[in-house]
């Protein structure tokens, strides 16, 4: 079984809305959702275009991996402050790679707080190689795989009238594989029909409605979704699924959850700096998931000291052996209005009168007013959801006469999901309430 190295260093969307009211600045509407899916595996090469030939790994990449890490943790740390006790999942992937083609369009204080943002030191690292990171980024997350679906793609839908700057239109096709499409936004019902047709057809139905209340003077929609599928690599047993188990939210509140159980043998490590138990299963191709439980009353330490070194750490610790595993069976949502947290990290300008997106358009006062995030993912036997699972045959176990360690999560966890080739988080979060929808 392959493992994760940290050494380098589906289904969601984007929307920019840009809202042109007379006598009025011009306004930025950005939405992203996320929408995550383990499911059974499909044969996701066929049929499946992409704009490079190969993954390209450069040093801005492996670097990339470690920034993209630490940016992630940063703000879900500013997540537990705002919800301590709410269940956190986000994909900072997503979120990163969508602040880094708004940067394509920003200048000056503008660009350089977002970038900055991200964690990027423009002194060591040129915005130009920045840009080009992000780009073998999406390339290599596309490439396809076989057993595993994995996409992150962009549309953009511009009003006729508008001119944006050529080369604009062209580092977002080039950088970051961004459909542009000319529509007609005096027509509200039909632009909205267009926008969702695509979303509809991108994500193979997954999400129906995604723009629901276009305003009038709409001049810009970007879409970006990311779609993912996969197997895991030692799939649960159904039969052996508990469905009324025990798991604790508080001292005080206890909830009943299917919890999936399985003796397997994983790489797992107990960190007795960090006091926790962390787990890894892979995912049949490319991917894994790290579950991380902290001792009773630790989750705060663990949530602090999480960083893109930590990772290294644990990938040169985990050993694998023999374990009794339960994990349940849940279904994660969570939506975040993104404005408040940026702002916090230094993204200011863009929010404000004197942003400059001089490089998207030569129209003045282009600014960013909202900033919303959705994600959904679903953990079950399979991987996820059964949805035209393929008969999965279950080998009886082998006579076990030692004992083997018990992994159980049920109390809160920690939930990372990893592409390999990319050292990409995909999908960062806390499980508190697996009953939370």
């Not at 030569?362 to 960013?368: A, C, H, Q």
Request: charged content about 20%; aromatic content about 10%.
């Amino acid at each position: 079984m392959e493992r994760f190295c940290f050494l380098r260093d589906a289904s969601g969307f984007l929307g920019i809305c840009y809202y042109l009211p007379s006598k009025m600045p011009l306004f930025l509407y950005l939405v992203l959702l996320v929408l995550g899916l383990h499911c059974a595996p499909s044969n996701s090469s066929e049929g499946r275009e992409t704009t490079c030939h190969s993954p390209q790994q450069n040093a801005t990449l492996y670097k990339m991996s470690s920034i993209n890490a630490d940016f992630a943790f940063n703000l879900y740390r500013r997540f537990t402050v705002k919800t301590p006790d709410r269940n956190i999942f986000f994909s900072p992937v997503s979120i990163s790679a969508a602040l880094a083609m708004l940067s394509l369009g920003a200048c000056s204080n503008t660009q350089t707080q977002i970038l900055e943002s991200l964690g990027f030191n423009l002194t060591d690292t040129p915005i130009a190689e920045i840009q080009q990171g992000f780009q073998h980024l999406i390339c290599s997350l596309n490439f396809p795989k076989k057993e595993l679906e994995l996409q992150m793609g962009n549309a953009l839908f511009i009003e006729k009238q508008l001119k944006p700057l050529a080369k604009f239109l062209d580092d977002v096709k080039s950088l970051y594989e961004t459909e542009v499409f000319s529509t007609d936004f005096s027509n509200i019902s039909t632009a909205q029909q267009e926008i969702n047709s695509h979303v509809v057809k991108q994500t193979k139905g997954k999400v129906v409605g995604l723009i629901q209340d276009l305003k009038p003077n709409t001049i810009m929609v970007l879409v970006n979704y990311i779609h993912f599928k996969a197997q895991w690599a030692n799939p649960f047993d159904p039969a052996k699924t508990e469905e009324g188990s025990s798991f604790s939210v508080d001292k005080t509140t206890t909830v009943q959850v299917p919890m999936m159980h399985q003796m397997e043998q994983y790489y797992y490590l107990v960190d007795t700096e960090l006091n926790c138990t962390v787990l890894q299963m892979d995912y049949s191709k490319n991917s894994l998931a790290l579950f991380v439980l902290p001792k009773e009353g630790q989750m705060e330490w663990v949530e602090g000291a999480m960083s893109s070194k930590t990772l290294k750490k644990w990938n040169r610790l985990l050993q694998k052996g023999w374990i009794d595993l339960f994990v349940p069976k849940f279904s994660i949502s969570a939506t975040y209005d993104l404005g408040a947290f940026l702002l916090k990290m230094g993204i200011q300008d863009a929010f404000a009168d004197n942003a400059d997106f001089s490089r998207l358009t030569k129209d003045n006062g282009l600014k960013l007013s909202i900033a919303a995030h959705k994600v959904v993912l679903h953990i079950g036997e399979t991987g996820t959801e059964a949805v035209a699972v393929p008969e999965v045959r279950f080998l009886d176990q082998p006579e076990i006469t030692f004992f083997h360690p018990i992994i159980q999560f049920d109390r809160s966890f920690l939930l990372l999901i990893l592409e390999k080739s990319t050292r990409s988080i995909l999908f960062l979060g806390k499980v508190v309430d697996p009953t939370e929808v």
